[in-house]
Nanobody, 124 residues
């Protein structure tokens, strides 16, 4: 079992930045791939960014060049640095954990553990 707790969400103006954190406890954090997902009202949950235990990353096209995912295995924490935020980035952001594999970079189906979510709101 892995427990995940997100923090760092909030309200920011367009063009601003936020850094989300996700603290993990339970099983060995370094064995897991970590993903950030988001869900806007009326839309399906989508993968935003993911990082494997080895540090490979993948980003959704809308956030490439603006968001950066990173992990600190010593702190059992994964981060999502979000720059140049846009109103369309408004959503509830979730972190999730999956047994490490390349599939975790692209498939939400492999993620077994989820946090409770944190709201990110970007005003125009």
């Amino acid at each position: 079992q892995v427990q995940l707790v997100e923090s760092g969400g909030g309200l920011v103006q367009a063009g601003g930045s936020l850094r989300l954190s996700c603290a993990a406890s339970g099983r060995t954090f370094s064995n897991y791939a970590m993903g950030w997902f988001r869900q806007a009202p009326g839309k399906e949950r989508e993968l935003v960014a993911a990082v494997t235990s080895g540090g490979s990353t993948n980003y959704a096209t809308p956030v490439k060049g603006r968001f950066t995912v990173s992990r600190d295995n010593a702190k059992n924490t994964v981060y999502l640095q979000m720059n140049s935020l846009k109103p369309e980035d408004t959503a509830v952001y979730y972190c999730a954990a999956a047994l490490d594999s390349p599939l975790a970079l692209t498939s939400s189906a492999v993620y077994a553990y989820w946090g409770q979510g944190t709201q990110v709101s970007v005003s125009s």
